[in-house]
């Protein structure tokens, strides 16, 4: 048996009832497969079975009162998976499918995307059961500060900066912010994501969706194709979806249908972003009540977004929204392309129909690595007391993109697997986080 099989087997044995986790180690350590067993140093070195360990998991109460004065509890958590070539950098997640099988599998991908960045970050990921839908603003604020008041005692500028995913916004960091600087008496750039008026970054709002397009826009590009008159299904409504249409539309693709866990909408004309900002990131809506701006609009409850005609796919609302039958209904309906906004957005089978059929397929871990760029920029400025101009973000966060695709492509190239950007993207990953730890001794 090789050392990457060997290594996986014995990680999902001693890792029971964490399904996520082990979906994320499956296709990562199986494509670096061919690529690690030439390298016995890597086994010597114990790489593997240090690398799927996560240097510490804090796991901790958050009690919070709500607005009927009830005291409520719910759990949190913050896996510090590999701090290799940087402080720990991921996001934090306030849903209820919040497990640490989820959160596990997040701080993983976390390690390669941020490698891929080509900017000094290690993996890390957190987040909550807590589910911030339908709650006043104050119950939000309560949990927030709670949430804060543990989770301080383990973070800092210099060892753990979090962000936002989902059900953590701009909202949610402020409150969290406060509550850091008020309890450690530290006024630093402990969190990206933050507001403009205390630290934020230009250009991180939109950085994940307009990554993601930039990406796939250099995908294209390299295969003699272009975004231009192409119709694009976006799954999700939230931060990511919002800004992948928003660039999507200024390449001059058309974006046709956006989504929620409710249902989805199908707009043949091409979705007015204005109204689905209104509805999701003023009001706070459901995607339904886009039938309001648009009644020509059709909704349709539950699942199916993907069986909607399309030239390119970008799923970006959460973990295996995209199945086999999903993957069969995009390659029968002539889709050539799908960049994943969401992290590991589409099932190990559907990935395997995709590449079969020849489907250009950005893995998140690469295509939506724009977000966590970004707040390594943000981490940079802040760092330097200064602020760059929208533009100037932009321009590296664009930068940054076409690199990761070159890169991720060569890497493919090199392992004899041409266009197979999940191999390209996990040897690409990996290889800088391996190279760092063979440097820094077993540790
Ligand atoms: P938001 O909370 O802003 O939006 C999430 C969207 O996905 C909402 O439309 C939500 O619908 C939908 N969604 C969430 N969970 C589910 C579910 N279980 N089933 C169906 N739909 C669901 O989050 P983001 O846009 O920030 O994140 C979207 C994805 O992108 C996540 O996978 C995240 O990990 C990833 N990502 C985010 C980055 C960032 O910078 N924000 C960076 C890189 C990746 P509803 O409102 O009904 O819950
Ligand atoms: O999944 C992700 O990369 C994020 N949620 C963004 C993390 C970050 O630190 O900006």
């Not at 059929?357 to 724009?370: C, D, E, Q």
Request: glycine share 12%; aromatic share 8%; proline share 3%.
């Amino acid at each position: 048996m090789s050392y990457t099989a060997r290594v996986l087997e014995q990680t999902i044995k001693r890792n029971p009832g964490e399904p996520e986790f082990h979906q994320a180690l499956t296709e990562i350590l199986t494509s670096l497969q061919p690529f690690v067993d030439g390298r016995p140093e890597y086994e010597r070195w114990g790489i593997l079975e240090r690398l799927v360990e996560p240097e510490r998991v804090v796991m901790f109460r958050v009690p919070w009162v709500d607005d009927e004065g009830r005291v409520q509890v719910n759990k949190g958590y913050r896996v510090q998976f590999n701090s290799a070539i940087g402080p720990y950098k991921g996001g934090l997640r306030f849903h209820p499918s919040v497990s640490l099988s989820i959160i596990k599998f997040l701080g993983f991908e976390q390690i390669f995307k941020n490698s891929l960045t080509g900017l000094p970050i290690g993996g890390g990921k957190g987040g909550s059961d807590f589910d911030p839908k339908g709650k006043s603003d104050r119950e939000v604020m309560a949990f927030c500060q709670s949430f804060m008041t543990e989770l301080q005692r383990h973070i800092g500028a210099a060892n753990d900066v979090p962000a936002g995913d989902i059900g953590v916004g701009g909202r949610e960091i402020g409150y969290m912010y406060g509550q850091y600087k008020r309890v450690s008496n530290r006024f630093e750039g402990v969190l990206t994501g933050k507001g403009l008026t205390y630290g934020g970054s230009l250009a991180r709002t939109e950085a994940t969706g307009y990554g993601l397009v930039y990406l796939v826009d250099e995908m294209l590009r390299c295969h003699g194709k272009s975004l231009e008159g192409k119709t694009v299904v976006v799954s999700g409504s939230g931060n990511v979806a919002i800004y992948a249409t928003q660039k999507v539309q200024q390449l001059g693709g058309k974006v046709v249908a956006l989504s929620d866990s409710n249902g989805y909408i199908y707009d043949e004309i091409g979705v007015d972003l204005n109204a689905v900002k209104e509805i999701k990131e003023i009001n706070r809506g459901r995607i339904s009540e886009y039938k309001n701006y648009r009644p020509g609009a059709l909704y349709s409850e539950g699942k199916g977004i993907w069986g909607i005609k399309c030239d390119v796919a970008l799923p970006c609302a959460t973990q295996n929204e995209l199945d086999e039958t999903d993957a069969k209904a995009l390659v029968s309906n002539g889709c050539f392309a799908v960049g994943e906004g969401a992290n590991m957005p589409t099932t190990l089978e559907a990935t395997s129909i995709l590449l079969k059929n020849k489907v250009l397929f950005a893995p998140g871990k690469a295509a939506n690595a724009g977000g966590v760029a970004t707040s390594a920029l943000e981490m940079s400025q802040n760092a330097m007391r200064i602020a760059w101009s929208f533009d100037e973000v932009d321009k590296k966060l664009k930068n940054i993109m076409e690199n990761i695709y070159g890169n991720i492509a060569a890497a493919a190239r090199e392992a004899g697997k041409e266009d197979n950007f999940v191999a390209g993207a996990n040897i690409a990953g990996f290889r800088k986080v391996a190279e760092a730890m063979l440097l820094q001794g077993a540790v």
